[in-house]
């Protein structure tokens, strides 16, 4: 795991700390590395209690109900995904106040409109039912796909982290 | 990433593409690194679904139903808790055929018979509503947290290619 990655997750523990608060990630194109980053944090086990990884679409659908219709139109990579990411994942783990969901096309392959692009979602609950949810695009250079993939955990903590902050 | 999981990773592509079987991830210790190790393998969405980090109990039992009376007794970190992880993530992952289950104690301030215990279970789909599952348990050396969560992720890919090979 790279200096950045971990100084921002040490960050986001250190904020969930002083709230006192729980997250839980929703991943499709970081494959569980936001998730596996915050474990580098020692004692972070009070704060971070897991998530989903969805990285396929039927698993989008079985896990956190996003509907094949959202997934064919406007597709994964959108906006309105990475919110119904955030916003699912919170009312299916209930202890967690706070969520991050990351949702991106790295490559190659890609059609030219979503190469490099990553939808980041974080989410905070208002009541038992909903959540507000702020979200983020990135756009990513033209590198490999493990270097974006870098960029995008990256993002998403430097996302939560000034979220937490606000 | 070490070069050693990449390996492991690169050689579980393989091998669920010979076997056409999508997979599945439930994972406690390794917090979605071993999920996240197979993302790094080009094409890998063909077969790998995603999968769940349920790093807290009330997170194991919340997204895998696992029940309050295990988690305290044997506790997490065992067989019973394994094997039902491995179970129950191929129920909520429907396209899923095989899975993973990883937990463990990495320490520091383990209990002496638990420190460094990490148990293992491969889920292989029979029929709709039950898996066959082997179980390993693996005790890391004295290491410190971060290079034994290596090992354990080293051992799931590993236990997963074999169990994929037997």
């Known amino acids: 795991m790279s200096t950045a990655i971990h100084e921002r997750a040490q960050r986001v523990a250190e904020l969930l700390a002083a709230r006192q608060s729980k997250m839980a990630t929703a991943e499709s194109c970081t494959g569980g590395l936001v998730a596996g980053a915050l474990t580098a944090v020692p004692g972070i086990s009070a704060w ?4 989903v990884v969805v990285y396929r679409n039927e698993t989008k659908q ?3 109900g996003i509907s094949p219709e959202l997934l064919s139109d406007p597709g994964p990579v959108s906006e309105v995904v990475a919110r119904a990411m955030a916003e699912r994942v919170l009312a299916i783990i209930p ?4 969520s991050i969901a990351v949702t991106g096309h790295l490559g190659p392959n890609a059609p030219a409109e979503l190469d490099g692009v990553v939808w980041l979602a974080v989410g905070m609950r208002k009541g038992d039912r909903s959540a507000d949810v702020q979200v983020r695009k990135l756009r990513l250079p033209p590198l490999g796909r493990l270097e974006r993939q870098q960029l995008a955990i990256e993002g998403a903590l430097a996302f939560l982290a000034e979220s937490l902050e606000g």
């Open 48 to 51: 971070h209690c897991g998530g």
């Open 62 to 64: 079985a896990l956190l």
């Open 95 to 98: 202890e967690a106040d706070v």
